[in-house]
C-alpha cells in the first residue's frame, strides 16, 4: 500500500476490522493464485439466515482499499436485501480485481470456482458487474455453490431482466406514494447506467410513456440505446441537476451524496444500483429533509436475489415474478411506515430486515 492510500481521510489505518465499512461481517478471505493472475475478496458479512450469497463483481478498482470497501458494503447489503425480502439467505459478496475485459478468462473464472468451493457452501456466488451468465457456468465446473447458471444447466438464467422488473415495481410504488399516481406516462425519468438492467428498465417505463433521459460512459451503447427507445441522452456526469421527475441510479453505488443531492430536481429515487447511498444516515435524512422519496435500493433491486435463489427452493418463473411483483406493495408499505414513524425510508426498511435477523438469531 502506499502511504497516499494510508493517509487518505476517508480511510482508517486498520487495514481489515478497522475500515469505516466493515460492520461485524464474519469472514473475509483473500485470494490469490499466481497463475492465473486472480486476485480477489470474497466477503461474507452474515449467515445467521442461511448461507450468504450474492453476486462477483469485477471491476478495476483503483486500488485494493477499494475494492476491500467495495465487498464489505455489498456483502452487507446482501444480508438487509435477502432478510428484507423474506429469504433464508445470509448476505455476502465477492470482487474480483481487474479489468472484465481484457483480463477474465475461464481459466480465472475456475480458480476463482476453487476459492468459493473451499468455502463449503457458506458463500454462494453469482453474476453481477462484468459477469455473464456463462463465467457462472465456468464456476459451476468446479463448485456446486454458485447460482444464475443458464437454463441448459438447470439454472435460472440471466436475473438482471428479473432486477429490472423489481426496480419498475418499487418505482412505481414511490411514484404512487410521493405523485399519488403510480402511472409513469409523462414523467421524466433519468436513467443513469443502461447495462443489463438499465435497459430493461428503459423498456417497462418507455412503454407506459415515461420521458426518459439516458446517461452512461459508454457512448457507443447511449447512441444504440437513444435509437432504439426514442429517448434523450445526457452525457457525463453532472447529470444530477437535470430537471427530471424521477432519478433511477442503475450504474454504481454511492451517487447519492453531498453533492448530488444539493442539485436533485427529481422528487423519486428509485433505481438499480446497490448502496446507492454514500452515507446511509446522512444521506437519507438530508433525502427526507428535501422531501425526496428514496425507494431504498436493496428493497426495490431484489428481483435478482430472488431469481437465482429459485434454483436453491425450486420456485418455478411463476413464483418468481409473484415474489418481485411483491417489490410494489413491500415498497409502499415501507414508504408509508418511514411517513409514520418519520424515518428516512432506507431506516424504515433497514429496521425491519434488521428484526427478522434478530428473531431468528434469539
Ligand atoms: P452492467 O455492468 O450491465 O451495467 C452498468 C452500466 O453502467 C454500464 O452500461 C456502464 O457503462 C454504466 N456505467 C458505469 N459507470 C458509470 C458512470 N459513472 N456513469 C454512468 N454510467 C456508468 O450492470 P447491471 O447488471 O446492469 O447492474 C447495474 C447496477 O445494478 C449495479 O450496481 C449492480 O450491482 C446492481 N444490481 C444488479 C443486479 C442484476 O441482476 N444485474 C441485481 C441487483 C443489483
Redesign the pocket.
Known amino acids: 500500500m502506499t502511504s497516499e492510500i494510508i493517509n487518505s481521510k476517508d480511510l482508517k489505518n486498520d487495514p481489515v476490522f478497522g475500515q469505516l465499512s466493515f460492520d461485524n461481517h464474519e469472514q473475509i478471505v483473500f485470494c490469490n493464485d499466481e497463475d492465473t493472475g486472480l486476485k480477489a475478496i470474497i466477503g461474507i458479512h452474515n449467515t445467521a439466515l442461511g448461507p450468504a450469497l450474492g453476486?462477483t463483481?469485477m471491476w478495476q478498482y483503483k486500488n485494493e482499499w477499494d475494492a476491500l470497501n467495495d465487498v464489505l458494503r455489498?456483502s452487507r447489503g446482501m444480508t438487509y436485501k435477502a432478510a428484507i425480502t423474506g429469504l433464508n439467505l445470509g448476505g455476502g459478496k465477492a470482487v474480483i480485481i481487474g479489468d472484465a475485459k481484457t483480463q477474465k478468462n475461464d481459466a480465472l473464472m475456475r480458480r476463482f470456482g476453487q476459492f468459493v468451493d473451499s468455502l463449503s457452501g457458506r458463500y454462494i456466488t453469482a453474476?453481477?458487474?462484468?459477469m455473464e451468465t456463462r463465467d457462472m457456468d465456468i464456476v459451476r465446473e468446479v463448485t456446486p455453490h454458485v447460482t444464475g447458471v443458464s437454463e441448459a444447466i438447470g439454472g435460472a438464467g440471466?436475473?438482471?431482466p428479473?432486477?429490472?422488473y423489481g426496480v419498475y415495481m418499487g418505482m412505481k410504488a414511490a411514484a404512487e406514494f410521493k405523485f399519488g399516481t403510480n402511472k409513469l406516462a409523462g414523467k421524466k425519468v433519468l436513467v443513469?447506467?443502461?447495462?443489463?438492467?438499465?435497459?430493461t428498465l428503459v423498456k417497462y417505463i418507455t412503454d407506459e410513456g415515461a420521458q426518459v433521459v439516458l446517461?452512461?460512459?459508454?457512448e457507443a451503447?447511449l447512441e444504440e440505446l437513444s435509437k432504439k427507445y426514442n429517448a434523450n441522452v445526457v452525457l457525463g456526469?453532472d447529470v444530477y441537476g437535470l430537471d427530471v421527475d424521477i432519478y433511477a441510479?442503475?450504474?454504481?453505488?454511492a451517487?447519492i451524496n453531498d453533492n448530488s443531492i444539493s442539485k436533485l430536481k427529481a422528487q423519486v429515487i428509485a433505481?438499480?444500483?446497490?448502496n446507492q447511498l454514500a452515507n446511509e444516515l446522512k444521506h437519507g435524512e438530508l433525502l427526507k429533509k428535501k422531501g425526496i422519496v428514496y425507494a431504498p435500493?436493496f428493497l426495490i433491486?431484489?428481483?435478482?436475489?430472488i431469481?437465482v435463489y429459485s434454483e436453491l427452493d425450486g420456485g418455478n418463473r411463476e413464483d418468481i415474478m409473484r415474489k418481485t411483483e411483491n417489490i410494489y406493495n413491500t415498497t409502499l408499505e415501507i414508504l408509508t411506515l418511514s411517513g409514520k414513524e418519520n424515518l428516512t425510508t432506507h431506516q424504515a426498511a433497514f429496521n425491519i430486515a434488521q428484526a427478522r435477523i434478530n428473531a431468528v438469531k434469539k
Open positions: 453476486g463483481r455489498l453474476e453481477d458487474v462484468g440471466n436475473p438482471s428479473v432486477t429490472a443513469q447506467g443502461v447495462g443489463h438492467v438499465g435497459e446517461n452512461d460512459i459508454n451503447r456526469d441510479p442503475c450504474a454504481l453505488g451517487t433505481g438499480a444500483a446497490n435500493d433491486n431484489a428481483g435478482g436475489i431469481n
